[in-house]
């Protein structure tokens, strides 16, 4: 797939939000087959909840679903271009942003938006993410 990344122009320097961020500005594509990618929260292979009350693991296994579900569909976490992001608590961004650094080359970081919501279809659930990749081409 041919891509162009549009990075943001740097870190972010101050408050709750400082430091390097995992998406870009803005990623534009060229062929492929899109996969859209249902909002994904931090279940495990037998559907359990992983990680109550901590937003990293729950975070990390989050994107490690979105992981499996772009490799099933023959491509990789550099394929995706777009996440939607809902957290509980917005104030979590850093730690969630340390996760996604582990997931999101910074050569391939997704166009990203990140809300703040009210609860999830799982009471304890603290963030689902939704993905769209695109593959081949």
């Known amino acids: 797939m041919a891509k162009t990344i549009y990075p943001l122009p740097g870190a972010i320097h101050s408050g709750a939000f400082a430091g390097k961020m995992a998406f870009s500005s803005g990623v534009k594509t060229g062929g492929g087959e899109l996969l859209f990618i249902s909002g994904q929260l931090a279940r495990d292979e037998n559907h359990r909840l992983v990680g109550v009350g901590d937003i990293q693991a729950q975070t990390r296994q989050v994107l490690e679903n979105i992981r499996n579900l772009v490799t099933r569909a023959g491509g990789s976490m550099e394929d995706i271009v777009k996440v939607t992001v809902y957290v509980k608590d917005m104030t979590r961004f850093r730690e969630i942003h340390d ?25 304890d659930a603290l963030i689902e993410i939704e993905a769209i990749a695109v593959l081949g081409g």
């Open 99 to 123: 996760v996604r650094l582990e997931f999101f080359h910074e050569d391939h970081l997704p166009a990203s938006t990140m809300v703040e919501i009210s609860r999830f279809t799982l009471e």
